[in-house]
């Protein structure tokens, strides 16, 4: 099992932090260079999905780089809480387990932004966790870029 938190000081507002993490063309941006995902034609943000908690919303393809397909994973929220956070448990491919806890909460007139992941790999946990340490950092880095546009 690997379990990891990270944590961002942004200088925005969490309703814009939230359009951020949940506009299309913008997750794109947090997941470059290491991971492109799909989302159904039409998806421009994850509000324009039927969400039901618990079930999932669509299946994405990722690719590493944008060009190698390593596997897809079931877009399934266990929560969702608008402008505050969320709870992702979405099937994917090589995880017996993938949680993503991501959270917003107001700090001064900035946002303080926490992602959790507990992930049980069915293989290579060693380098799974390398690439996590390496995927989320370069997120939270992406992140605290935006804000400066």
Known sequence: ??????????????????????EVHHLRAEMRPWLWMSVPHGTHNLADTQLRTG???????????????????????????????????????????????????????????VDRLTVRPLLATALVKGFLLLFFATRHRNLRRRQAH
């Not at 990722?62 to 397909?69: A, H, K």
């Open 55 to 113: 079930q999932a919303l669509f299946t994405s393809w990722r690719w590493l780089f944008g060009v190698l397909p390593i596997g897809t994973s079931r877009l399934t929220l266990l929560e969702l809480t608008p402008g505050v956070g969320f709870v992702e448990q979405s099937p994917m491919t090589g995880m017996r387990l993938w949680r993503h806890e991501r959270h917003l909460q107001a700090w001064g007139e900035g946002t303080h932004l």
């Open 1 to 22: 099992m690997i379990e990891l938190r990270f944590e961002s000081r942004l200088n925005a507002p969490p309703s814009t932090v939230w359009g951020w993490v949940t």
